[in-house]
């Protein structure tokens, strides 16, 4: 009996190690896949504005949203930015995330199976469209797209229409309030504030019944 107690607690040392291992390594181990979306609350520009309108999915206050392309073990998001519609990578996108205890505040959306045939071409057409300018007046009709607009023409189904709906846009805050920012925002490029015209949010589009939050970096 007392001689093989040293194997049995050997034994039970390397079960525990096992455990300790499995449980500190679970997040090194979640792999990103192309088209997935990663939404993030990021820093800064109009961030808070568009904070104030949106809320996502856990009531997570989204401000942005890119699509995860993985090229020869580099991951990229194509992302629509003030500086126009780009192939950022990974680290880089990530930096620019508010974070919670240091941890970027970012999730992974992941499309469920029945529409996941319709990634690659999405990811074509998101790269098509590199280099085109932003958004800012958030008009579905002009050639210019901000980030869950790219994330909308991107994704098309086998009858080229949107696999995310359009939601009607709202630039009130949760009291009703129209803050002096968009009053400014839109004064700045001459057009009427776009209230109640079919769009898109970072928030809605977490919240929608075509992907799964599959991850969370926060």
Known sequence: MTKDLPKKLKYCIHILLFLFCTCTTS???FSLQTG?????????GMSEAIAKVTIGESNVNYTHVGI?????????????IPSGVSKTLLDTFMLRSATLEEKPIVAVGRL????????????????NL??????????????????SEL???SFLDNQNMPIFEP???????????????WIEHFEKYNVIIPENRQGSNPGDLSKSDKIEIVYRFF
């Open 130 to 147: 590199l280099g085109k300018p932003y958004d800012f007046v958030f008009d579905p009709d002009n050639d210019a797209y901000y980030c």
């Open 167 to 181: 939601v009607s846009m709202s630039f009130h805050d949760a009291g009703g309030n129209l803050s002096k920012y």
């Open 68 to 80: 995860v392309l993985v090229k020869n073990d580099t991951i990229f998001a194509i992302e629509a």
């Open 151 to 153: 994330v909308m023409v």
């Open 36 to 44: 997935d979306l990663l939404f993030q609350v990021d820093k800064g």
């Open 27 to 29: 997040s090194e181990r």
């Open 112 to 127: 469920k199976q029945e529409y996941r045939e319709f990634i690659p071409q999405a990811l074509i057409r998101a790269e």
